[in-house]
Structures are given as C-alpha cells and as structure tokens.
C-alpha cells in the first residue's frame, strides 16, 4: 500500500505528483466485489472493522413488505458482523434504506448465515465511487442503523501515466474509532484481470518459483474431480465451471470476468482468452492450450471465450477454493 499528497482540484479532475490521473469508472457492483475479494484489507476500518473475512456473498432477502433486498457482503470481524451494501456509482439516501431493511433482519440473518464465533454487534457498511453531501454529512457527525453503527468507504479507480492506482477514502465518525480525516490512499489497482503490481526486487525469486513449479508439474496427473454430477479430469473441469457460471450469471462481461480470475492463479498461462484470439494462435499454428471445441466455448453478455486446457496439480486447487469462496460451488476431487 502506497500513499501520495492527492489534490482535488474539481470533482473529476484529480491529479497526483503533476501527473493527470484519468478515471476508469467500475462498470458494475460485480467488478468492486471481485476486487474485495482479493484484496480483504479494503474493508478493514481502523480499529472497529478489524481482520474482515467474507462470510458470503450475493444475499437475497424479502422485507417486511415482501421487497426484495440483496446484501452484496456479509462478513466477520474481530468486533462486528458487518452488511455491506455495494453501488457502482453514487451512494445515495435510497441506498442507505435498502442498507435499513436487510439491518431489520439482523437477528435472521445472524441465525442463518454467520458462524457460531461472529460477533453479534452488527456494523453497516455503504461501499461506491462518490457519495451525496447529505449522506456524507450525516455519517461525519455518527450514523446508527437499528442501533447500527453506519460508515461508508469511496472506490475509485485511476490510470497516471501507464500506472493504475486505486483510490480509497473513509466516510465515518471519530465515535468508530475511524478518523474523520482520513488521508485518501492510494494503491496499486487491480485492473481488469485484478493483477497486482509485483516488486521488481522480487521478480528474480518468482521466476525461480515458476520455474520449479513447471518441472513439478510436468509429470501426469490423472485425477478426477466431481462437479454438478459430473467427472472431469482439471481442465474439462475449468471448463465446466465456467459454463456453470455463465449460466447461473448471464449478465457478466468479459471485463467481470477478468476481475474475478486473477491471472496469479495460471502462472504463465491464461486462464481464458476471447474466441477471436484462439482462432488466431490456431491460424498462426500455436500450440493449442485452449478448449476451442463449438460445445466448449463460453458465452458471456458481450463475448465469447475459450477456457484453458493446462492446469498443474498445484494451481488447480487454488481454482477450485477461488470459485467455492465466489460461488459457492461444491467440487470434489476423487480418489485414484
């Protein structure tokens, strides 16, 4: 984590050591889920929201009323169970209300989804990119929800030159143990395939580690793996899994997808790449390392993809944990 003087000149004009930082806007509150994710200390709020861990995600509720309501986050701390409710653009006063209703069911939602050891204190949490000036002031001067502590954290990404940097920024009372005046911080961004920015000092001992990773993995592996009643050695299981998620989340793009799979968890290889391009290492007689078949390609709401056909023994349960924690989903390796 990096910090840098940020000076806001106007509300979407920021420029940070005489470099102009131009905005990529977060398309959807998928792409900011994703990015949580990966990056857990994003949630971590001084000392009130310490050491948060995601619990699940993507809750549907029905209010008194019978209105649906969804809590993007459900998730655990040292002090607090917490809700998070996340939008891609402007938080509003009609945010903070669905944030209201699913805070109602607290005692439910306790009882149905957090763990025996969650805290039973819950805190609030309103998660976008800006934030409107009265909501802004009403959680200055301390905002309780359902005797609720509320706090907000604003999202925004940047690009500086060639260097994506992510902005962060606190919205909360001093009565949190979170100071009012926050430094806005800044960090290397995770943008499109969430790729963190790697140290050069280490890069020596990380391809030294690739390196030992593709001899160990060099050797056949012939295991199974059950998924939705089906077996599949790992990378017709990729494959499956992917198909399964398509079809559980027509709305995702190839960009969401990108954010949800870090390319870390393929080293050297990608995970999936566009139809377009396998038919283009097809037509310049690349080693095929993709699933190219009509039945296997993936179609997502704006492209169509091809899944990888190479998986080590070593990056194949990093996968599968990956998708259980986003997901849900339930696979099970067989025995030999």
């Not at 800044?186 to 499109?192: K, Q, R, S």
């Not at 870390?264 to 290492?281: C, D, V």
Request: aromatic share 8%; glycine share 4%.
């Amino acid at each position: 984590m990096y910090l840098f003087n940020v000076f806001i000149i106007h509300k979407l004009n920021i420029t940070m050591n005489m470099y102009e930082l131009i905005e990529l806007p977060f398309t959807n509150e998928i792409a900011i889920e994703a990015m949580l994710f990966e990056n857990l200390a994003m949630l971590q709020l001084g000392k009130t929201l310490v050491k948060p861990r995601i619990i699940r995600h993507e809750v549907a509720l029905l209010d008194a009323s019978g209105r649906e309501e969804r809590i993007n986050l459900l998730i655990q701390t040292e002090q607090f169970s917490a809700m998070v409710k996340i939008v891609a653009g402007e938080v509003t006063e009609e945010n903070l209300k669905g944030l209201k209703r699913c805070l109602a069911q607290k005692e439910e939602i306790y009882k149905r989804y957090m763990p025996s050891d969650a805290p039973t204190e819950w805190f609030g949490l309103l998660i976008g990119s800006r934030i409107s000036d009265s909501l802004q002031e009403s959680l200055r001067q301390g905002l309780t929800v359902h005797k609720c502590p509320v706090a907000a954290i604003l999202l925004r990404q940047f690009l500086t030159g060639s260097t994506p940097v992510l902005l962060r920024e606190v919205l909360a009372s001093t009565t949190y143990k979170v100071e009012i005046n926050q430094p806005i911080e800044v960090l290397p961004a995770i943008m499109g395939s969430t790729r963190k920015m790697a140290e050069p000092k280490k890069r020596k001992e990380k391809k030294e580690k690739k390196r030992k990773e593709k001899k160990s993995s060099s050797e056949k592996d012939y295991t199974k793996y059950s998924f939705n009643g089906q077996i599949y050695n790992k990378g017709k299981l990729v494959n499956a899994v992917f198909h399964k998620i398509a079809a559980d989340h027509p709305e995702l793009t190839l960009s969401d997808l990108e954010n949800y799979f870090p390319e870390r968890m393929q080293p050297g290889q990608s995970i999936f790449i566009t139809r377009e391009k396998a038919m283009q290492l097809a037509q310049e007689n690349k080693p095929k390392r993709h699933h190219t078949k009509p039945e296997q390609i993936v179609k997502l709401a704006d492209a169509e993809i091809c899944t990888s056909a190479q998986w080590s023994k070593e990056s194949i349960p990093l996968f599968i944990e990956h998708v259980k924690k986003l997901f849900g989903y339930e696979i099970k390796k067989l025995e030999r």
